[in-house]
């Protein structure tokens, strides 16, 4: 299947790629089905169904918010999160929700949206189910989609044909493992970002590309500007104080002295991870990359390049974008980015290792020490469970998007003081990766029934 970077990386709202962005969306594809299969006006209501760890942590991940959205025609990129609890306000007011200018459904939310805690549907834990029906119960129209991990929502039916996508391009650089992505490179003398560019001209010319790009870097950057300066407590029950604000008050009035502890640069890494996965975990906008969950990390690591790095340009943003996507896309094809399939190895550590492979390649260091350093990342993740107390994205998720950011800052440290030769290949970690995430027990897997999340009492 062909993924482009703008598959990887996609401007949504906080909480959850997977929980959120995914559920808002399929739940908008569904309203489409009903218009074009002509069932507007005999449709009454709409009955959703979440299982598996939608229904676990659902309500802590605003899957029910999402769906009203979605149902309301709302899209991840485009809905205004001040607006939110506005729209959300009115639909409990009127018991209904426009979903179309041709389409009123009756809305009440404890009869028209199920959550199945014992029940998963058959292909992937985040499985839900949209039926819609009229005015006396009769069945209309039912779809089963899942969301699979970084807002990616696939039908049962693509599911059902071992995750086939809709967009099977033909590209002019194709491959399936890091080998033959390195060997692309040294066959043609190009870098990664190169082979990237050339592929993803298949849908769109160079010009394009670069203002997404710079599109998507702006988004993160603004986001970060948002997190260090909002002040408050955190959406939920354990009451969570944003800590970004007071950590860049305290780094930004430093003195010279103080800026002399080479550590320090770790703190502010810190805090741009920190201020975008606070941004996330309170609904704000925010650039899945390639999970919500681990939206953090990326971006702090393009701030340590934009910050510390001496000839950063934009360019060199750039090219970490499309490294670091040709590294999610192996990820996203050959096991898994979601939290609720392989635990938060899926998701912290996939962004870990992407974050080291688009250091690297800012960096300038060679395709083969760029393979490394994203190796390295990963390595280091496995076996990472996924265990969000109350089902919020906030502990352990938030801290966990810092360390990651720091990880992948060592691991090109790492790859850049060895030659390019190692033991373990990406491909081998990739695969272990997923190996692992198959054989951890469901607690582990975003379902809050596990780890810290029943070891920490809730305050």
Not at 9 to 22: A, C, E, Y
Request: aromatic fraction near 6%; charged fraction near 20%.
């Amino acid at each position: 299947m062909a993924v482009s970077v703008f598959d990887l990386f996609k401007i949504g709202i906080g909480p959850s790629s997977s929980h959120t962005v995914g559920p808002m969306r399929a739940a908008n594809m569904f309203i489409s089905q009903v218009l074009s299969h002509q069932l507007a006006e005999r449709t009454d209501h709409i009955i959703t169904e979440l299982y598996g760890s939608l229904s676990h942590t659902g309500r802590g991940h605003g899957t029910d918010k999402a769906i009203i959205l979605g149902l309301l025609g709302e899209e991840p990129d485009q809905v205004d999160p001040d607006a939110i609890e506005g729209l959300l306000q009115a639909v409990e007011d009127s018991q209904t929700i426009q979903a179309h200018a041709d389409l009123t459904l009756n809305f009440k939310i404890k009869k028209h949206l199920v959550w199945h805690k014992r029940k998963k549907l058959p292909l992937h834990s985040n499985g839900m189910q949209f039926t819609a029906c009229d005015a006396e119960g009769n069945e209309l129209l039912r779809k089963a989609y899942y969301s699979v991990g970084g807002g990616f929502i696939l039908a049962h039916t693509h599911m059902a044909k071992q995750h086939i996508m809709e967009d099977d391009s033909k590209l002019p650089y194709h491959f399936t493992s890091g080998d033959e992505l390195i060997d692309l490179c040294t066959a043609h003398n190009m870098t990664i970002a190169e082979i990237m560019y050339a592929n993803e001209a298949t849908w769109r010319p160079r010009d394009e590309v670069d203002a997404q790009l710079d599109q998507i870097w702006q988004a993160m950057a603004a986001c970060v500007q948002r997190g260090q300066k909002t002040e408050g407590v955190l959406p939920g029950g354990l009451k969570l104080a944003r800590r970004a604000p007071k950590m860049f008050q305290d780094l930004d009035k430093r003195s010279a002295k103080d800026l002399a502890d080479p550590l320090t640069i770790l703190d502010w890494v810190n805090m741009f991870a920190l201020a975008v996965s606070e941004e996330n975990a309170a609904g704000g906008r925010v650039v899945t990359a390639p999970t919500n969950g681990a939206a953090g990390i990326i971006p702090a690591v393009l701030h340590y390049y934009t910050n510390f790095i001496p000839d950063n340009n934009p360019q060199g943003i750039r090219d970490f974008l499309l490294t670091a996507a040709a590294v999610g896309i192996l990820y996203k094809t050959k096991a898994s980015i979601s939290g609720a399939e392989v635990g938060c190895q899926g998701e912290v550590g996939v962004a870990s290792s992407m974050a080291a492979a688009g250091l690297a390649a800012a960096l300038k260091l060679s395709p083969d020490e760029i393979e490394n350093a994203a190796e390295i990342a990963m390595e280091h993740n496995l076996g990472l469970t996924c265990d969000p107390i109350g089902g919020l994205v906030q502990i352990p998720c938030i801290e966990r998007n810092a360390m990651g950011a720091i990880k992948s800052i060592n691991a090109v440290r790492m790859a850049d003081r060895n030659d390019g030769s190692h033991t373990v290949s990406l491909d081998k970690v990739i695969k272990t990766m997923k190996a692992t995430g198959d054989d951890m027990k469901e607690h582990y897997k975003e379902t809050s029934r596990g780890g810290l999340a029943v070891n920490i009492i809730e305050c």
